[in-house]
Structures are given as C-alpha cells and as structure tokens.
C-alpha cells in the first residue's frame, strides 16, 4: 500500500523538523516546501493527498497558496497553521479554501488526528449516507454527496466540513439539537478550539442561506442550534 503524499509547506527550520519526522514516523510521505513562491509548483509534481500549509512564509502566504491550490482541485484536503487566532483570520483561512485550522503551537498528535480525519473525509469514511441524496431547505435543494447547496439555478459548492455540518442540521431541521451533539458529530471532540471552528462555519451557512428569509438557523444559547425551515 503506497503511502500518504503530504505537502508541507513551513519555513520554520526547527518546526518543519519536527513534523516532518513525526509524520514519517507514522508511514506519511512528507514533501517540505521553505518558500511561498514554490508550493504550487511542489503541488504540481507532487500531486499529494492532503497540503498542510504555514500561513506566513516568504514571497507568497499560505492564504493565497490555498486559494490557487482550490482552484487546481476542488477536493484537495487543506490544513492551515498559523499563529493567528482571530475570528477574522479563521474566516480568511476557510474562504481560502481551508478544510481545517490549526493554531499554533500545536501538538504533534493533534495534528496527525487533523490530518487522519481530513483524510477519511475524502475516502468517504464520514460521508453522507447513500439514501439522504437530497434535502429541501425552504427554497434551497441541499445535496450531500455532490457537496452543493442549490438555490434556483445557483450551485454553491460546499467544504466537506460545511457538508458535515450542514448534514447534522438538516437531519435535525425544526429540532433542538445541542451544540456538544453537533462537536462530536463533525469534529470528533468538544474541545475549545474546535467549538471557535463551529461558530465560524455556523456564521458561513447563515451567510449561504440569505436568500430565503424562512430558513435560519437560531442559536438557543447555553444548549445549541436549530435549523428553522419553515
């Protein structure tokens, strides 16, 4: 069995020495990038599994190297670090094209788990089951499996991670459903970080749905959310 390609792109010495070498530790074939201005063309001969990208590097930022990466390959697995923490920055990092967030410093087994659970996404270990196909969300189709949310002639691609969120909201849809039910649904943990993770998507989907006023999703404060359809 071949092992997992990953792109990493970090122009810290010392970190990039330790990740690299708890990766390979664990059977990860791990391509390090120091420089901005080469990671696409790294991505380009690499072709890897999953890109795990440092935000700030010389001559070009991760947030740009992400976007372009995106455009080469909609499904391409993006794990952002970065020693920044702001909502602002978090909500720059998904609109790059980032599936997942990861603050720094970091432990070496939370970033493995973070890289094991992007992974399975795209094998579909956590994907939507083959009978929900389709939901209707007031005016909106949702579409699990193909990853889009459609209004009229409008398609939205979504994040695995929206897909998954919305996924839980919508099987839930006019229903309480708590907001450590939702962690454990998508994330795998109630930690805090990953709690910062659901407001910001929850913030995202509100954004998606505001072309029909019938559908929102009401936060119950101290308990969670629900997905109001009408």
Known sequence: MSRIKVLYVEDEPFLA???????????????????GAQALYAFDQLQPDICVLDVMLPHRDGFSIGREIRERDPRMPILFLTAKSQTSDLLQGFAS????YLKKPFSMEELIVRIQNLLDLMRGKHAPAREETEFTLGRYRFLPQKLELCFGESVRKLSHRETELLLVLARHRNLKIERKTILMDVWGDDSFFNSRNLDVYITKLREYFRGDPGVEIITLKGVGYRLVTG
Do not use: A, M, Q, T
């Open 17 to 35: 020495k330790i990740v690299v070498e708890s990766l390979e530790s664990r059977d990860f074939s791990v391509h390090l990038v120091s420089d």
């Open 97 to 100: 094209g980032g599936n997942d």
